[in-house]
DNA sequence: TATTAAAATACAATCGATTGTATTTTAATA
DNA sequence: TATTAAAATACAATCGATTGTATTTTAATA
């Protein structure tokens, strides 16, 4: 195969030109004159020339590359947000390289030198349910390069953010089973490290405070957030010695994995058991009853957090260097938690 | 900022000796002296050294990097090859940067090229609803960069693809509704250009006919097999002359359309009509009752693909250029789809 | 100790594009 | 036509790492 590529010095030295002169006419500089510009570009399609982004970016420095590190790729959320930042990043000229730490912070370590050694230019980033501690980015703000959290953040000064406000949307939901006459409301938390499964237990104790509803620590149970959890938790919560009957999740698998064995063994939902979930996966408009739940969208949080770390990686100085985004959320009611037709009072 | 960045220079010039004894110390050759590489390391670590990647890979030209295009990421059975494509692609040191053609033909040329001109060492790629030429993977193979088809493939000499057999999976699928009784089975396809929703239909035919039941034109429609088609088409079928009592969908998604259409129309399913999807989505075992589908696995098709192409690229030589690998599906056989208790006949 | 082979290290070119500076060419004006 | 400014192009260094070859150092042997 002639595997040899062709480069500017092949263009410039058929033309009998010097390959600064290419190489500025192949970036449409106005040091060149239009019409060896039309002959050294009718030369390069000729001989299907490509620039080479890796030479060009050495050069450079910049490599208009983002890093994304998410949990799990399959997860519905995150594909949706790496769905919103792939279609950002493209319309900016940026590519996207994924990783996924599989919760592991091993593994996150890893990613982050991984694409620190690739030079991108930024880092969006929704850590894992492993990490406690945040040295592993040390190398990405020593090197200065800029990143932004999306969904999992973490509380540390300084940094960027494309959350939702977990605490307002859980005290909505909760007041939404409140509303629906729950007295007494479980909740099925997530690994308390990370600020959002934090921040939706925050929300829900304050509406339970608000409406004077004792908060009972047992009724508050944490797991990973897997569909068998759903399960593993229903029956954990009905040893307990309270009449539940509203639960709150934090998210629409654990919510979904707790339905299923509800209709299993016989409770009805709303009826005896009203739930409202988080995220609004597929699923949850295709369960019965439908699952009400907390919509937030991952294709506009992905757009919004690229958009912001592209932003950060264009005005390195311009922009104040930390700043967070709150994206909306809104409460879809399905069935599973109305259990009133009246409006609220 | 110090925004300098640490180089093998850096070390070198510290430890008073050349930059190329460095580079030869940091990949661990042979042929510098232990006593130098610990000396070399330590330094390095010291001084937060991290190889660039960039020039690395523009001196070896080759870059570690797999290029992916799905037509969208957020679709549940390509963000789970996605999910097996990175995770091969990290146990075997590739990095893999994510494209997604929304099924546009013209997005889908643009983001070869880019991959091209950042030097990609292979291509995955599920071509979009719009390809129907094949003359954008030309600079693929002009640069010899190789490259496999998973999922949505096309008939073209001498590829690579890692797929399924989707004339035996739709064969078994409608041989499945027979047996349960159906008559007059309808099925739901998507567009014929693609490989795969050609051999689905093609199963479907066959079946049909190796049990007689006469194959009829307007029972077959096609759409892009989006929720909303499901219930468009429903409509449609409806409005023909045939007592249709089965159906087979080419995916889950316009299967659940077309199920919760018959569901708010009062048609029961299975009894009245039963239904059979295609991909396993998440969504088929939660919706009520459950849709029998034909189980691919994403993860499985991603981790085979990935390894094929690495395995290519570098054997570039030793291997035939060319290989198809089959990977196993199964139905699921749920309710949606069950009018009999009895075992097959 | 002198000789020689092997081990360790240095030198220098290279991957392909970019960019500041120097030189040449062209066009404008006296 | 001579002068000068502007436009166009060439020269040369550079981004950071790698690698074939040359040189130096070390160790082994006579």
Redesign the interface.
Known sequence: ?D?K?VTIHDIASILGIDSSTVSRALNDSSRVAKKTKDKILEKSIEL?Y??????S??RK?K?F?LGVIVP???R?F???A??GI??TA?KAGY??????S?ESFEREESII??L????VDGVLISISMETKNYEHLA?LK???IPYVFFDRHCKIPENSNVVIDDFKAAYKAVEHLIDNNCKEIAHFSGPQNLEIYKNRFKGYKAALEKYNIPFREELVISSSLMENNGKENVIKMLTLPYKVDGLFCANDVVA?GAM?YLKEINIKIPEDFAIVGFSNE??SS???PGLTTVNQS??KIGNVAANLLIDKISNESKRKNHETIIVKTNLIERKSSLRKSDIKS
């Open positions: 195969m595997n590529e299907g490509q620039r080479n982004h890796l030479a970016n050495l420095s490599t590359t799990r790729i399959s519905q995150f594909s949706n790496i769905a792939e279609e493209f590519t996207v390289v994924i990783c996924q599989l030198n991984s620190l050694a690739n030079r190398g020593q090197r200065n979904i299923k597929s699923i295709v369960i019965e991952g294709l």
